[in-house]
């Protein structure tokens, strides 16, 4: 049989003994695959899993054609393998204090194959990669922060017949399934509509491992009348049938080609959930994830109308194949329609789409009606590039509460406090613009400048034992850091103690107080790569700040440092370290250097106070926040005035106390109440773009 007739993908399940009980988020960490860099792969120790000989081939073939007009895609078979590293594999002990284990897994002829480790627990200073043989494509690293409370990982599935062994590729995607979709297909990118744009973040790739194989599906993230960002994820209840399944559920967000018709996209991921809601009679699935996507995944919560009125115009989001995001939309009036053996009359009938299509892998996306709110979500229909496809999607209000019990409905998950609410907007909790505040430009030149006549480098571990070194930024506003993104061009640690502390200041010229600090182990840090460290919190920082790492020298072989660039002129310089008894600029032992670090914080311009519900955001034009406020008020834009901002306070009998005019703001003006004002009611007047507001505020003692 020829390898295109059909495909399959291995699924290994590896029981590492690493003092393994727990983890499930596979949200990734810094890291490369030592093991690769180490032995370019000449040496390691192949097992061989082929289930050709135990007819799972046919099983995958049975199992698409068992599934009739559902639009499930079954891809992989399970096979389950019991690994002992102290018998299988080989150890190779790399320096005085680090070991690596390397295995090579192959199968002839598959497509890909994936892993699940169960159990799964790591200590401080173990990390997990896995890598094609050519080291191409990889997935991880996995760290101690991996662990969490389910007690297994799902790693993504890596193109290819083998892991780790030297093997030609000609794919140049990174991710396995781009491309793999009809061409009758229209990317998400194409489509110039706003409202579009906005929902395909609600929109998203579910990989499901079952007990029976793997399957690829689609779904959506949807919001609850309480608005508190709880994850639960919808999609077909053909595609998740257990609590196994949820539990072994990878889901992907924001894959998509970054333009038109393009490559293919980064992809932001979430493993392990938990079902809530399924029905054997309608066809839904409602999971909890066990983590919340976070900001860099620009999450949106989709709102929904379960009232089952009919709609004119519908549209669809979704991943055929696993590829990248597509669409499709649909212009006549919605029919009713009974699918398979399910209820009758529970779904929404699509004859034929304007433009776009579906396919296998599409099974559970959403259907928005033309107010983008979510109704429905895919349960199957016809060939794929025909002209009448026939899709019929479950009815998001017969799923609603037509039975029961909280476990076949999704009124008890949507609306616990019974509201009796049918219809819901969007939520998007990171609603404020998303920017990434650098001090390098795209055309400098980044390096990892040495120390002269001694040893080290001017952004790290030196002869000169520099400890601090800081990146100084500024902003005409406030912004709430959430996330670093750090260039790393040197680390080594030599235990598994070894770190840095990244922390962030406020001041002027200099930095003047700490109010963010965080420890973190250098062997989460890899040389020349990026590395992205989520905060613990959103830190408020307000037009001077300054962001950087501390260093010790504890252990003399450890090492870190950051790219850097050297800029010509003195009024460039935006980096200092901390040495002796002062900050200085950077120093390479013989000249300073006027210079900045790569390092750059991931900002937002609004969040919410610090007790509020998760979600919960300004949407008036202008706000103040907080109100009551003892000491710091906030004036938040919903767009970034244009031009100047004049700031006037007054109290309640018209007497004018504060005046101030703003140059050129941002969208989020930080202004300190107790230096001008006693406890009491006062107006503030804000004149911006031509208009004026007028806002009643609160201030306490």
């Not at 790569?529 to 252990?555: A, H, P």
């Not at 050297?566 to 032992?589: Q, T």
């Not at 907080?626 to 018209?654: A, M």
Request: some cysteine; proline content about 5%.
């Amino acid at each position: 049989m020829n390898k295109n007739d059909w495909k399959y993908q291995v699924i290994t399940i590896l029981f590492i003994f690493l003092g393994c009980n727990s983890a499930m988020s596979q949200i990734e960490y810094a890291g490369k695959p030592m093991g690769f860099a180490f032995d370019k792969n000449q040496d390691v120790i192949f097992i061989t899993i082929n289930p050709k000989s135990s007819g799972q081939e046919n099983k995958i073939k049975e199992t698409n054609q068992s599934e009739g007009e559902f639009k499930i895609d079954f891809f992989a078979q399970t096979v389950n393998v019991g690994i002992n590293p102290s018998i299988e594999g080989k150890w190779d002990q790399v320096n005085a204090i680090t070991s690596i284990w390397r295995l090579g897994i192959a199968s002839p002829d598959a497509e890909s194959i994936g892993l699940t480790f169960d159990p799964f627990f790591l200590l401080p200073g173990a990390k997990v990669c896995i890598y094609t043989p050519d080291g191409a494509h990889k997935a991880g690293a996995f760290t101690f922060r991996n662990n969490k409370s389910i007690g297994l990982l799902t790693v993504s599935s890596l193109p290819g017949d083998s892991i780790i062994r030297k093997d030609q590729s000609e794919k140049t995607s990174d991710d396995e399934w781009f491309g793999r979709s009809a061409e009758c297909h229209v990317d998400i990118n194409c489509i110039n509509d706003p409202f579009v744009q906005q929902q395909k973040y609600a929109a998203c790739r579910l990989i499901i491992e079952r007990t029976n194989g793997r399957v690829r599906c689609s779904g959506t993230l949807l919001n609850n009348v309480s608005e508190n960002g709880l994850p639960y994820v919808l999609t077909a209840g053909h595609c998740i049938t257990d609590m196994y399944a949820a539990n072994h559920t990878v889901v992907y967000f924001d894959y998509e080609s970054p333009y038109c018709d393009g490559p293919d996209g980064e992809i932001g991921s979430v493993s392990g959930s938990l079902l809530r809601s399924r029905s054997g009679d309608l066809d839904f699935a409602l999971i909890e994830l066990t983590d919340k996507p976070p900001v860099d995944y620009y999450p949106v919560y989709s709102g929904w109308d379960a009232r089952g009125n009919t709609f004119d115009y519908s549209y669809t989001i979704h991943h055929p194949q696993g590829d990248v995001k597509k669409f499709a939309n649909d212009s006549d009036l919605v029919q009713e329609g009974t699918f398979a053996n399910f209820d009758p009359g529970t779904h929404w009938l699509i004859a034929d789409y304007e433009i776009g299509t579906t396919e296998q892998g599409s099974s559970g996306c959403p259907l928005f009606d033309k107010n983008n709110r979510f109704v429905g979500s895919l349960s199957g229909g016809g060939s794929v590039c025909s002209e009448l496809i026939y899709d019929y999607y479950q009815k998001f209000s017969d799923a609603w509460n037509s039975y029961p019990g909280e476990d076949n409905q999704l009124k008890a998950w949507l609306d616990p406090d019974n509201t009796g609410i049918r219809i819901i907007n969007n939520l998007e909790p990171f609603q404020g613009i998303t920017e990434i505040i650098t001090n390098i430009q795209t055309d400098d030149i980044i390096e990892a400048a040495p120390i002269v006549n001694g040893w080290g480098y001017i952004s790290g571990h030196n002869s000169l034992h520099s400890t601090i070194f800081i990146e100084h930024f500024y902003r005409n506003g406030s912004k709430y850091i959430y996330a670093l993104k750090m260039n790393v061009a040197k680390a080594f640690a030599s235990n598994i103690n070894s770190g840095i502390k990244v922390s962030v200041w406020e001041g002027g010229n200099i930095p003047k107080q700490m109010i963010f600090e965080k420890n973190l182990y250098l062997f989460e840090f890899s040389p020349e790569l990026e590395t992205y460290i989520r905060l613990d919190t959103l830190i408020l920082v307000d037009k001077d700040f300054f962001v950087g790492y501390t260093i010790n020298y504890t252990e003399p072989s450890d090492t870190f440092a950051l790219y850097t660039v050297i800029h010509d002129n003195d009024d460039e310089n935006s980096a200092l370290m901390w040495r002796g008894n002062g900050w200085e600029y950077l120093n390479n032992g013989t000249n300073s250097y006027s210079a900045s670090l790569a390092i750059s914080p991931l900002v937002l311009d609004y969040y919410p106070k610090a007790d509020a519900e998760y979600g919960e955001y300004p949407f008036a034009e202008v706000t103040l926040y907080p109100n009551p406020t003892y000491d710091i008020i906030q004036i938040l834009f919903e767009n970034k005035p244009e031009g100047d901002v004049i700031i006037s306070i007054y109290d309640l009998i018209g007497n004018i106390l504060y005046k101030k005019q703003v140059f050129q703001p941002e969208p989020n003006i930080q202004f300190q109440t107790h230096e001008i004002l006693n406890q009491g009611i006062f107006i503030m007047k804000i004149e911006y773009d031509n208009k004026t507001a007028m806002k009643k505020f609160i201030k306490l003692q």
